[in-house]
């Protein structure tokens, strides 16, 4: 039964809220996702540290996007773990 309801629960998922991945980085303990999700532009950095997945996670809406991406860099950049 929670295998059906995960079931339906990603199909109501990608149905209201589909991403839209545009870039995408991988190295060996760490990977970025950036795109769009409903309207808005989504940025996720994670990664592996000491045996823990540590994330941070970023929405706004596109028409901010100047706003938004210079913070972004900066967490980035100082996203460590």
Do not use: C, D, H
């Amino acid at each position: 039964m929670e295998v059906l309801n995960r079931q339906i629960y990603l199909s109501v998922f990608n149905k209201f809220f589909k991403k839209v991945i545009i870039y995408k980085f991988l190295k060996n303990n760490w990977f970025i996702l950036s795109g769009f999700i409903a309207g808005r532009i989504f940025y996720q950095k994670t990664l592996l540290n000491s045996g823990q997945f540590k994330s941070f996670y970023f929405e706004y809406p596109e028409s901010q996007k100047a706003r938004y991406e210079p913070l972004i860099k900066g967490l980035v950049a100082s996203f460590k773990g």
